[in-house]
């Protein structure tokens, strides 16, 4: 279990899932850690939690009554963009994961998965928000082509467009124009970006890639800025 010093306990969660038994195991699991919990049981109360408490995180399954996780997650980017969602995603639902991350989830759990792992993700969810904070009061602006990120207030800019960044794709934007010109590996994406250990299967790495060349490539499919290495991983050369 991860250690109940860690500079994360007491730090508020929202856990938004309707299956009552995993709810509430998770809960427990939750509390143990020292987080504090809130349990929504459908994707009403969610929104009633969220407008009405202050959270560090949310945990989000996607089949939800009343309003699902997508919606939701929708709803939360447009009034928070820097908070962290974490989804739960069916084990089959490809699409649902990939629509998850390009509404604006932060990353995603397949159901079923072990309890070791989410709180891993949790924490490394936590340390990328902590990350911002120390970024906070530095407004550095960062241009290429015709794009310009603006760190401090997490948009960037493409022609006439604004786009509002979540805190996964300034953090990653940030690491990979810091390694500018220089291959760097998923593995290593994953454990300095997203602070979570390179076994855990995931290709969130390659959907936030793909997100990035739709914001600010001149053509997606032949992306100039954000290049593939086969079998490596990406180099950033803007």
Known sequence: MIDNDSLYK????????DEESLAKGLLYNLKEEGYVASWARDGRQAIEFFESESFDLI????MLPYRDGFE????????????????????TGIQDRVKGLEIGADDYLTKPFHLRELLL????MLKRKSWYKSIEGDAAIYRFGDNEI??????????????????QEA?????????????????????????????????????????????FEPDPAKPVYFKSVRSVGYMFTG
């Open 10 to 17: 007491g730090r508020r969660i929202l856990l938004v899932e």
């Open 59 to 62: 945990i989000l399954d996607i």
């Open 72 to 91: 939701i997650a929708q709803h939360i980017r447009e009034k928070s963009p820097r908070m962290p969602i974490l989804m739960l995603t069916a084990k």
């Open 121 to 124: 993700r949790i924490e490394g």
């Open 150 to 167: 603006n760190f401090g207030t997490m948009t960037g800019h493409t022609g006439k467009r604004e786009i509002q960044l979540t805190l």
């Open 171 to 215: 953090r990653l934007l940030k690491y990979l124009i810091e390694h500018k010109n220089t291959v760097v590996s998923r593995k290593e994406l994953l454990e300095e970006v997203w602070n979570i250990s390179f076994e855990i299967e995931t290709r969130t790495v390659d959907n936030f890639i793909v997100r990035l060349r739709k914001y």
